[in-house]
């Protein structure tokens, strides 16, 4: 099924310019952009993934990740086809850049799974597994019929998307983790075809409506450069001091072999970051996941892999000390 786009304009001979990502694609009729899910039909720009769902899960949340937001629960995790980035790793491209086979869901029905989902422990609805800000309409749906229904609803997104679009959408969304794939443009522009500059917009202004937490993937010898990943944390840090930070082992897949990053290095890593943020966190290595107290160090949260125990983390504050760890969204 495809819909109306809602963010583009109209140009002369029948093209059209998209205005929802920085790429702004000027499409001619009949071709797609650079997503490969919205495309040019007679002079409007549609989106052909709406509803189209490719993957749907119940998940830990801290397999988003998200480690401070609702910890221990689950939530029932959707995804369709398509990506406005080109990541020569991608660890999702059969869903980012192959054609899955998808089973159109309309917003009300996705709506009914998510309430049913409750009885298993679901918050809500997170919007993951390929870049949801291609199914914006899709998710904009969505977004408004779960809140009404006290749903949480959760982005994990690469971040890169204009700043009136997500704007328009924060208030709907609970959660976010913004993939900052480095903190340096040149990697951006060689191995992700984008830039930098609007996925900073993006973390700045999601973390003033929504809960954010970041995910840099390190690759050896591509982004794992202590100063780099130091100047990513100071910046975090200016934005809010207690974003929670995660650092993941990159695996080989897609058109990147490589091999994959040494533990050695994403514990440099996590010190380094730890300089200036007090969560940081290791992805794909089982270890480093543990959340204290930010007052007396008692252990709040307790982590092996998507397993959690709450310890000393109980209505919102550190049972050991009394202090309120609002930097938790329980």
């Not at 298993?120 to 997170?126: D, F, P, R, T």
């Not at 500059?197 to 050896?220: C, F, G, M, N, Q």
């Not at 897949?253 to 514990?267: G, I, K, V």
Request: hydrophobic share 35%.
């Amino acid at each position: 099924m495809s819909t109306e786009s809602m963010y583009y304009k109209q140009l002369e001979g029948q093209g059209v310019q998209c205005l929802l990502c920085p790429h702004q694609c000027k499409i001619k009729a009949g071709n797609t952009g650079i997503c490969r899910v919205r495309g040019n039909q007679d002079g409007t720009l549609v989106t052909f993934n709406y509803g189209q769902v490719a993957s749907l899960a119940l998940d830990p949340i801290e397999k988003k990740p998200l480690y401070h937001f609702s910890p221990g629960s689950f939530i029932l995790s959707a995804g369709t086809y398509g990506c406005n980035l080109s990541c020569s790793y991608c660890q999702n491209y059969t869903l980012a850049h192959e054609n899955p086979q998808t089973q159109y869901v309309p917003p009300e029905t996705m709506v009914m799974l998510a309430e049913r989902s409750r009885e298993s422990g679901s918050i809500g609805l997170a919007f993951t597994y390929n870049e949801p800000s291609v199914w914006y309409e899709y998710i904009w749906d969505c977004a408004r019929l779960l809140k009404e229904r006290g749903q949480k609803v959760v982005l994990v997104t690469n971040g890169y998307i204009e700043a009136r679009p997500l704007e328009q959408l924060l208030p709907y969304i609970d959660a976010l983790n913004i993939d900052v794939k480095a903190f340096r443009n040149d990697f951006y522009k060689k191995l992700c075809h984008g830039t930098l500059d609007p996925v900073k917009r993006s973390v700045e202004l999601a973390a003033r409506y929504s809960h954010v937490e970041i995910t840099t993937l390190i690759i050896p010898e591509d982004n794992d450069n202590l100063e780099d990943i130091e100047a990513l944390a100071s910046w975090l840090a200016s934005v809010n001091r207690n974003i929670p930070l995660h650092l993941s082992r990159y695996h080989p897949a897609y058109n990147y072999h490589r091999p994959p990053t040494p533990e050695s290095t994403l514990l440099a890593a996590q010190q380094a970051a730890g300089r200036y943020l007090p969560f940081v966190y290791l992805g794909n290595v089982g270890q480093g996941n543990d959340t204290r107290c930010l007052n007396c160090q008692a252990l709040l949260i307790r982590r092996t892999y998507y397993r959690t125990e709450l310890v000393h983390f109980q209505a919102g504050r550190c049972s050991s000390c009394g202090a309120a760890a609002d930097y938790i969204v329980s």
